[in-house]
């Protein structure tokens, strides 16, 4: 078996160490250049990227923070360090993941992933945190994922598209608005509760209902859409959450899911991972777990007509 080029060790060994091409350069006496190289080289050596943007420097991927020591210890690692794959079956990792995302995402998404996380990787544990006022640049160092619809990212960040969805409303069942489908004026007319962190009454349906010359009463914001759902089952109003999420909780509660008629815009969901962690074999499992429950929650049919009603 022919050994791998053992020159490139020390390099790799200084860029571990500085996190920085500039300084590993200057404790080799080589160029900035010729350690950018050098670099390059290992990166296709190794089958991953070692150090990658954050911020205006450079931080290590966790396959790098793995191989330092061992590159460290002795000369003898470089077979075991240079190695070009690198491979993780999930039942033997150890590893907790943060998770950022807004509770209906988190009913929806987290719960089918605690069941895939049992199943295949019971080492795996999901630490499921509250969206809020954060800013993405803590995808680089707090938090793994980032579900939800996304703001502007930074150039370090990756991410990939989940689908869309559209909002709806659920109604208390037994109502008498509740046994037939919903007309704009009928709409507009009964009270809403709607999902909002920073508590605007104010949205896009304002603005639609506005251009029809009508307009509706806001009874209520929460924070949640599971909070949204509660209000409904003890007042008379519309609940105005996410489709998806409506359909799990008109089967957990009597309640009916409503279509809304308007043209209103859909929602894009998307999820967002630091640049770090894009060749993590770990990280690669729940990015794709997530996206592979997302398509198998997307509704395929119409839902029963006993906790629908549409136009």
């Known amino acids: 078996m022919q050994l791998p080029d053992m020159n490139l060790l020390p390099a790799l060994d200084a860029?571990?160490?500085?996190?920085?091409v500039t300084g590993a350069a200057a404790q080799l006496s080589?160029?900035?250049?010729?350690?950018?190289?050098?670099?390059?080289?290992?990166?296709?050596?190794?089958?991953?990227?070692?150090?990658?943007?954050?911020?205006?420097g450079l931080t290590l991927t966790p396959r790098a923070c793995e191989l330092r020591p061992r590159v460290e210890a002795a000369l003898a690692g470089a077979m075991?360090?240079?190695?070009?794959?690198?491979?993780?079956?999930?039942?033997d990792v150890r590893r907790d993941f943060a998770i950022r995302t807004n509770d209906a995402v988190a009913i929806g998404v987290g719960a089918a992933l605690s069941g895939y996380a049992?199943?295949?990787?019971?080492?795996?544990?999901?630490?499921?945190?509250?969206?809020g006022d954060e800013n993405p640049v803590d995808l680089r160092d707090r938090i793994d994922l980032d579900i939800g619809a996304l703001p502007d990212l930074p150039h370090d960040v990756r991410s990939s598209d989940l689908g869309e969805h559209h909002i709806v409303a659920v109604a208390r069942a037994g109502t008498s608005y509740?046994?037939?489908?919903?007309?704009?004026?009928?709409?507009?007319?009964?009270?809403?509760?709607?999902?909002?962190?920073?508590?605007?009454m104010h949205s896009v349906v304002d603005e639609v209902l506005a251009a029809q010359n009508l307009s509706r009463r806001v009874l209520a914001t929460v924070p949640t859409a599971s909070a949204a759902c509660?209000?409904?089952?003890?007042?008379?109003?519309?609940a105005l959450v996410s489709s998806e999420f409506a359909v799990r909780a008109?089967?957990?509660?009597?309640?009916?899911?409503?279509?809304?008629?308007?043209?209103?815009?859909?929602?894009?969901?998307?999820?967002?991972?630091h640049l770090r962690l894009d060749a993590d074999p770990a990280h690669r499992w729940l990015r794709e777990t997530v996206a592979r429950i997302v398509r198998q929650s997307a509704p395929n049919s119409a839902p029963d007509q006993a906790t629908s009603v549409s136009g």
């Open 15 to 20: 860029l571990l160490r500085e996190a920085s």
């Open 30 to 56: 080589v160029s900035a250049s010729a350690m950018s190289r050098t670099l390059s080289r290992l990166r296709r050596v190794v089958g991953d990227p070692l150090l990658v943007p954050s911020g205006r």
């Open 80 to 91: 075991a360090a240079l190695q070009p794959r690198w491979e993780v079956a999930m039942a």
């Open 118 to 131: 049992a199943r295949e990787a019971p080492g795996v544990r999901l630490r499921i945190l509250p969206e």
């Open 178 to 200: 509740a046994k037939d489908p919903l007309t704009v004026a009928r709409f507009a007319e009964i009270p809403h509760v709607t999902v909002s962190r920073r508590g605007r």
């Open 230 to 238: 509660f209000f409904a089952l003890e007042s008379d109003v519309l």
């Open 250 to 273: 008109a089967a957990a509660m009597p309640l009916v899911v409503m279509d809304i008629p308007l043209d209103l815009p859909t929602v894009r969901l998307s999820q967002a991972w």
